[in-house]
């Protein structure tokens, strides 16, 4: 039962282009997240989505960055004419699913880092 | 908005001794939560603590959550060298945003053999 998975691993560009990083959550969640960090930092919530549905993006620069989850395949997060400050680690983890009451367990995969030049 | 102060922000120790963080925070959390990161990986859960109070072990982990839910602490008993790594704390609410972890900034474990 493989993890959540994320690629790429490392990715490099330079100023202007644009990123693209993917997910695919673990088997049977239905529920992706992404979070950034920078370095030295702990992670910080970007972004929440269901299928097909955007929940919260409120962590999210309303600028140059984009996320999706589409009904076939996975979850995209796009950053587009990249800066040095995007430079991180884009962390997306999966969840079984989210009630309202209670925990909700995140599982987390290797992230991407992404490197601009 | 919610901020972890995690401390300290790193350790540097003989294997065989025993380590302690903590981690405070401004406002309530409903659970805490350590993860250990390590390079080039994602965090990986260790311990969840639900109730104030709660004291959890997982092997040669302990972790309490504060009785008054602001606060939390990590304790690693007799270190081995595959200990090192960055150790987070992170916060979550109950709710229907109950997915928005707020982390702590780690502890930097260094274990010297």
């Known amino acids: 039962n493989a993890g959540v998975m994320q690629n790429p691993r490392h990715l490099v560009r330079r100023r202007g282009q644009e990123a693209r990083l993917r997910c695919s959550p673990m088997k049977g969640h239905s529920h992706v997240y992404w979070y950034r960090q920078l370095p030295e930092e702990g992670l910080k919530f970007m972004v929440y989505?269901?299928?097909?549905?955007?929940?919260?993006e409120s962590g999210m620069p309303k600028e140059r960055f984009s996320a999706e989850f589409p009904k076939e395949g996975p979850s995209i997060l796009r950053i587009q004419q990249v800066v040095r400050g995007d430079s991180a680690a884009y962390f997306c983890a999966s969840s079984l699913k989210t009630g309202n009451s209670g925990a909700n367990v995140l599982t987390f995969g290797a992230g991407s880092r992404l490197t601009v030049l | 908005g919610q901020q972890l102060n995690q401390s300290p922000q790193s350790m540097f120790i003989q294997e065989g001794e025993d380590v302690s963080m903590n981690c405070t925070s401004s406002s309530i959390f409903n659970t805490w939560l350590w993860y250990k990161q390590d390079p080039g990986e994602g965090p990986v859960l260790l311990i969840a603590?639900?109730?104030?109070?709660e004291l959890t072990s997982n092997g040669r982990l302990t972790a309490q959550f504060g009785i008054t839910r602001k606060d939390s602490f990590l304790n690693i008993s007799a270190s081995i060298p595959s200990d090192v790594g960055i150790y987070f704390c992170a916060g979550q609410i109950s709710g229907g945003s109950n997915y928005k972890l707020t982390f702590g900034k780690g502890t930097l474990l260094t274990v010297n053999p």
């Open positions: 989505l269901q299928k097909e549905n955007i929940i919260d």
């Open positions: 603590l639900y109730k104030a109070g």
